[in-house]
């Protein structure tokens, strides 16, 4: 098919190719030898081992981890990915978000992507966390359990909230089955990482259903409010 349809760059919009390589070079990689323990928020200096949030406000994880910074011109791939079915996107970056993974060692039961509402899961047709779940779990020869997280309510979007606003905004916005995720280790994945609301409301409602441990991994990470454009 992308030998009769050529894709284009979802970076720079170039025929031939999902996501060139002048593109590629120009994506702003995590260091993931300096980055916080806990939430893998990237640090300044390599004496640091934990953020300010993580002092004061931990994430109920047991850790998170991101590939690049949510900036041009990966950012504009994954709003390709997000809202024009650019879903060739979630294998492209899958080795990526692999080896990220694997450097951490985590013991991994069952992959969940971050759901979306229902609304928004018809609106869109599919859900972008899902499109990159999909590989990694074949990867790492987990299940893939969409079905033991769901969004349970309607929430506005987060795009323009403050980061209490959206950790208001999500509280409660999620409920997991115990039937799948009782006494395992869940790996999240998700898009992007802003605040960390979202993956956090997802983790307590696996934990409250009796998960043994929660872990979260997103192809990009905002590093500050204003990053965000989703």
Known sequence: MDWIFPPSCAGCGATGL??????????????????????????????????????????????VRSWALYQEPLRKAIQSLKYHRNLALGDYFAPDLLHVLLSQHWSIDLVIP??????????????????????????????????????????????????SERWENVQGAFEADPQYVTGRSVLLIDDVFTTGATLNACAEALLAAGASATYGLTLARAISHADDQL
Do not use: W
Not at 21 to 32: E, G, K, Y
């Open 18 to 63: 999902r996501f060139c390589p002048s593109c590629a070079a120009q994506v702003m990689r995590i260091n993931q030898d300096q980055v916080c323990r806990f939430c893998g928020t990237p640090l300044s200096t390599p004496a640091e081992d934990a953020c300010s949030q993580c002092q004061n406000t931990p994430l109920v994880l047991h850790g």
């Open 114 to 163: 971050v759901p979306l509402s229902p609304a928004r899961q018809r609106q869109r047709g599919y859900n972008q966390a899902s499109v990159l779940a999909r590989p990694i779990a074949l990867a790492l020869q987990k299940p893939l359990v969409s079905r033991g997280l769901k969004k349970c309510r309607e929430t506005p979007s987060q795009v323009g909230r403050s980061a």
